[in-house]
């Protein structure tokens, strides 16, 4: 069976690499054209794009998929099934019924709930405690498609979005694997979304990063682990700007509190309770967290336990300049 595999991060690499190494027949990969990445802006070629041509599978990169070209590149391979992971386009329905078998996606969530680009990151910001992988049978709309098969993946309550998505990646490309023999044979009946239920993941927008210190830590904490990895979660620190990479609600959140309560009174959200032994923690909404991992503004990343005595017990972090 001629496939044409659609994907772009590292989870479409990881599901590609199954299918590849389970034999099955990757005759062409579409992924989204090389983007400059990083300060020097360096055009990076993306993980699906790297992986394809290690395994010498030609590889199509278009702007669009909505023009003659797309549509004649890909007819010209004769796919029996296109399968298409994180690739971040949708499909036109031509494109759709071009396959034998149609055209099969791997969706890092439990549809109908996270249609949409950024599933992973907002069940972490969510504070969802499980999440999960779908396969789903293509149609025109955003991940609307029927369910063929779908399995669950527990969201640890110290987990970062990046090391979420290798779990899914890896769940996905299993469950794939188990699916498509049996929905080639028939063996599997597609069952269709419940729109009622429907929830939308939108993309990460730069403004998401921006902490307020009057939410819960543990939201703030969920903000932090979803965002790491973009746009980074941040606040300011004597006029700059101060990105937080990694932080947890703190064990000893009572101590810290009642230590600082003892000598200065109640804290406003914001405030610095302790700063030193390498213990960073801010008073939020209702107990302390504790900031494991932080950058100032220009500066490098820090580990807590080499920067905690720069702050200041007592001083807030301010608010974004207008």
């Avoid at 390498?278 to 500066?299: F, H, N, R, Y």
Wanted: hydrophobic share 40%; proline share 8%; aromatic share 6%.
């Amino acid at each position: 069976m001629r496939i044409v595999f659609m994907g772009t991060p590292e989870l479409a690499a990881t599901v590609l690499e199954k299918l590849v190494s389970e034999k099955y027949d990757v005759v062409l990969c579409v992924t989204q054209p090389d983007k400059p990445v990083g300060r020097k802006m360096v055009l990076t070629a993306p993980p699906a794009k790297v992986k394809a041509q290690e395994f010498g599978i030609p590889v199509y990169q278009p702007s669009t998929l909505r023009n003659e070209e797309a549509m004649e590149t890909i007819s010209s391979y004769s796919p029996d099934m296109i399968v298409t992971a994180a690739y971040g386009k949708i499909l036109p329905k031509e494109m759709l019924d071009l396959p034998k078998y149609g055209c099969i996606n791997v969706h890092g969530s439990l549809l109908p709930k996270y249609r949409g680009a950024a599933p992973v990151q907002w069940a972490i910001l969510n504070l969802d405690e499980v999440t999960g992988v779908t396969i789903m049978k293509m149609d025109p709309g955003m991940d609307t498609g029927d369910i063929l098969t779908s399995c669950e993946v527990k969201i640890d309550e110290r987990v970062h979005t990046p090391e979420l998505m290798d779990r899914l990646a890896k769940a996905g490309a299993d469950l794939l694997i188990e699916t498509l023999p049996k929905y080639i044979n028939g063996e599997i009946t597609p069952v269709p979304q419940n729109n009622d239920e429907a929830t939308m993941s939108p993309p990460i927008t730069k403004e998401q990063g921006e902490i307020s210190w009057n939410r819960t830590a543990r939201e703030i904490c969920a903000q932090v682990r979803a965002l790491s990895q973009w746009p980074g979660a941040s606040t300011f620190w004597k006029g700059g700007k101060l990105k937080i990479y990694d932080a947890m609600v703190s064990p000893d959140g009572e101590s810290i509190l009642a230590n600082y309560t003892s000598a200065n009174g109640e804290p406003a959200p914001g405030t610095v309770l302790a700063a030193k032994k390498g213990i960073l923690a801010v008073m939020c909404k209702d107990q302390p967290l504790q900031l494991l991992e932080v950058q100032p503004a220009s500066g490098k990343r820090m580990k807590a336990i080499d920067c905690a005595h720069n702050f200041e017990v007592g001083r807030s972090m301010e608010e974004a300049p207008q």
